[in-house]
């Protein structure tokens, strides 16, 4: 044993220690050392080195490429030892404590799960997910691992050095990517690259290295005039190439079909400033700008709106010498630790938080997903899909409930699943469940997601949901629904009012229409016709008013004048027929009226009507309280109303319900109160929290009997607590 050897080496990585990390305790390292030492001192690696060198290894890329903190180069030390030795996870946890202890184990069941071929790779990706949340450093020294096993992965089989490259290009440069560790990213992702198509690596590694000098000598030529300027600004800075990455340059030529040349056209260059403060960036971004001419549609800031793994910069493209675009990368020091490390850097950033609050919330999300998946709703092998995908795009991965695989725009709501299922499920979408949970329909759909959309014949779509929705394929089938609703209410209300019309035995040409129009403020004549067919306007009383013009012209009558006179005219033709009640039927008869929003009466309701200016009456349930304050104040305006015998009209009503949030129950509503003859669901609005569930459904029904039926039913739906209609 060349115990001389080992012990320089330890010196060495308590050097690296002492030099990157914000505190080193010298014998948690000096023991893990040792342990690791003699757990595998006879144990040999591939490469016919002592396997020791491989953890070393690792503990060193945690120590500076990451880097960590002490506690997990102790564990990165020890990390094979549970999974190759005689010793367990149990003999460090006596020896070093819970901490050191529990990210082995969390390193060595992520190794066990890659080595039984029995699960899935989803199965696989799903574990590496969930042992992943209970400590982000299990993940990082897991990296950390993969990446010195890759770079040593020549002397394994080609059959294994395929199997471990695809893993990391499908697993591990995701999660990288996701961790904000840039150079292990890029790097894992190249290394892969290179056992997996070697061809391509190699012809492009080749052609990089023959263009390097001219590359070199052109970033030279353009970084003098900057490092020029900024020097006598007085600023401390750092101005080099950026790195080309293999995999990125293979990955852009297949996707823009480009030869290796054009994609290499744009050059890049990145300045590091040694500042605290982020101003100096675009204050030197302006130093840029004046020395060479920059492409305004290339300017992003990502330092006021840093990018969700944490990366803050600013990127310009400016047209340097010979007139070849260049691409600037602008960055504090500080900014840039975050950008080439990640999460390691706010680790090291900020003691004592052991996880950045956005990493905390996405974890959080991740093992609600997986809890549930677990539970058998959603399938691994497309969830796996999803996040492989997820991970680099700004689109999210639903799945139907019998596991389809939908992709939309992040920003989706349920309504937008719908409509990307079929028109039909848009249009009658009456409410939504997500991950087995009752949800209102205009909540943000998230990756991973099971959706399941819950229709009613009787729906249609609501003019609301266009405030919402984000996708095409929505927004332009309600808005098409709308304008058709529309044009048919315009065609009824037009052909009332030809009636109408013709029966007053008049006539009205389209100038006196268009002048009234204009006297009411109203747009044109399609509103006119919508507002006679939804009864805002009564076409008897335009008549009236048109026919009074013809007569007595009277030009400089104000409008409000006017108008308090045909409603004086009006209230005692009311009142003169009022002796018994008016009756109400429907559209036919002589009186304006329509139902106040504020108690919805319904055939059945002890009702009363109130007369309005401009509305006709307007009936209210007795029992209102608007229409008992109006009582008090304007009496002289109340008429009784009576309502006709059954005609076949509905009517709308609100019920309130709630009860157990259980699987089915909204299916068991809807059904209840759709099963009853002629009732029809016009809407549905639902929270849920805690196993509870408050509803309201608007529905269409006749009466009061009719309403009371249907409520009945809904009491006897298991787990309801409460049924009852709409009160204020
Ligand atoms: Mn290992």
């Known amino acids: 044993m060349t115990n001389q050897k080992f012990k320089k080496k330890l010196d060495d990585l308590l050097l690296i220690c002492q030099k990157n990390l914000p505190k080193t305790d010298e014998s948690l390292i000096r023991r893990a050392f040792e342990f690791g030492f003699n757990a595998h001192r006879h144990d040999i690696r591939a490469s016919g ?19 960590l903190d002490d506690v997990s180069v102790a564990a990165a030390l020890m990390h094979d030892v549970a999974e190759d030795t005689e010793y367990t996870v149990n003999d460090i946890r006596a020896e ?23 699960v899935t790779q989803a199965e696989n990706y799903r574990k590496l997910l969930l042992s992943m949340v209970d400590d982000v450093r299990v993940m990082l020294v897991k990296f950390a691992d993969r990446l010195h096993n890759m770079r040593t992965l020549e002397y394994l089989s080609s059959e294994k050095q395929k199997r471990l490259a695809k893993e990391t290009l499908e697993i591990y440069a995701p999660f990288a990517h996701r961790f904000g560790l840039a150079n292990i990213k890029w790097e894992l992702e190249d290394l892969a690259f290179k056992y997996l198509n070697r061809e391509a690596y190699d012809a492009i590694a080749r052609d990089l290295k023959s263009r390097r000098r001219e590359r070199e000598h052109y970033i030279r030529k353009f970084a003098q005039p900057i490092e020029k300027r900024l020097r006598e600004v007085g600023y401390k800075f750092e101005i080099s190439g950026r790195p080309k990455h293999l995999y990125s340059i ?54 006021s709106v840093p990018k969700k793994n944490g990366y803050q910069s600013i ?22 630790e975050v950008a080439e490390r990640g999460v390691a850097a706010h680790w090291m950033y900020k003691e004592n938080v052991a996880i950045d609050e956005e990493l905390h919330n996405w974890v959080t999300w991740v093992r609600e997903i997986f809890e549930t998946a677990a539970e058998g709703q959603a399938p691994a092998q497309q969830l796996m899909e999803s996040f492989k995908l997820n991970l680099y795009q700004d689109e999210i991965y639903l799945f139907t409930p019998k596991g389809d695989l939908k992709i939309l725009p992040k920003g989706s709501t349920p309504v937008d699943f719908g409509y990307e299922i079929h028109s039909k499920v848009g249009d009658h979408c009456i409410a939504a469940k997500v991950n087995g949970r009752i949800v209102p329909l205009d909540t943000l759909l998230r990756s991973g997601d099971q959706v399941e959309i819950l229709t ?32 048919k209410a315009a065609d009824s209300g037009k052909e009332i009012w030809e009636k109408r019309v013709k029966k007053a035995k008049i006539s009205i040409n389209n100038d006196d229409l268009a002048k009234f129009l204009t006297d009411r403020k109203i747009d044109n004549t399609t509103a006119f016709f919508i507002g006679i067919k939804e009864g805002k306007i009564d076409p008897d009383e335009i008549i009236t008013t048109i026919i009074d013009d013809q007569r007595h012209p009277h030009p400089v009558m104000p409008d409000e004048g006017r108008l308090t006179g045909l ?75 009576q309502w006709p015998s059954n005609n ?32 029809n669901i016009r809407s549905v609005n639902i929270d849920s929290s805690s196993g509870m569930f408050e509803g309201t459904f608007i529905l269409n029904v006749q009466n009061t009997d009719h309403l009371n039926k249907v409520l009945e039913r809904i009491r006897r739906i298991k787990g309801i607590k409460r049924s009852e209609r709409f009160e204020e």
């Open 567 to 641: 409603f004086n005219k009006f209230l005692t033709s009311a009142r003169d027929v009022a002796g018994g009640g008016i009756v109400l039927e429907g559209r036919q008869d002589r009186y304006m009226h329509n139902y106040a929003k504020c108690c919805q009466p319904i055939p059945g309701d002890d009702v009363v009507g109130f007369v309005t200016t401009g509305e006709g009456i307007k009936i209210h349930r007795r029992s209102c309280k608007n229409i008992q304050l109006m009582m008090q104040v304007e009496n002289n305006r109340i008429v009784d109303v």
């Open 315 to 336: 990127h310009t493209t400016v047209v340097g010498p010979e007139g070849r675009m260049v691409e600037v990368q602008i960055r504090t020091r500080g900014m840039h």
């Open 648 to 679: 076949g009209v509905m009517f709308v009503a609100g019920v309130r319900i709630s009860g157990d949030d259980r699987p089915g129950m909204l299916n068991d509503i809807t059904q209840a109160i759709s099963s009853y003859v002629n009732t």
């Open 250 to 303: 293979y990955n852009k030529m297949v996707k823009r079909n480009k030869p290796l040349e054009e994609i290499y056209d744009l050059f890049a260059v990145r300045l590091i400033l040694d500042t605290e403060d982020n101003n100096d960036c675009f204050a030197v971004y302006g130093i840029v700008a004046d020395t060479y001419i920059p492409n305004p549609e290339r300017f992003k800031n990502y330092i």
């Open 96 to 118: 070093f404590g819970d901490d050191v202890a529990d990210i082995v184990d969390g390193a060595t069941k992520i190794s066990d799960i890659f080595k039984s071929h029995e």
């Open 49 to 67: 080195e002592p396997f020791f060198d491989h953890p070393y290894e690792v503990a060193k890329i945690v120590a500076k490429e990451i880097p």
């Open 456 to 487: 009613s014949k009787s729906q249609t779509p609501n003019p609301d949901w266009e405030k919402f929705v984000i996708t095409h394929k929505a927004k332009s089938h309600i808005r098409r629904w709308i304008r058709e609703e529309q044009r």
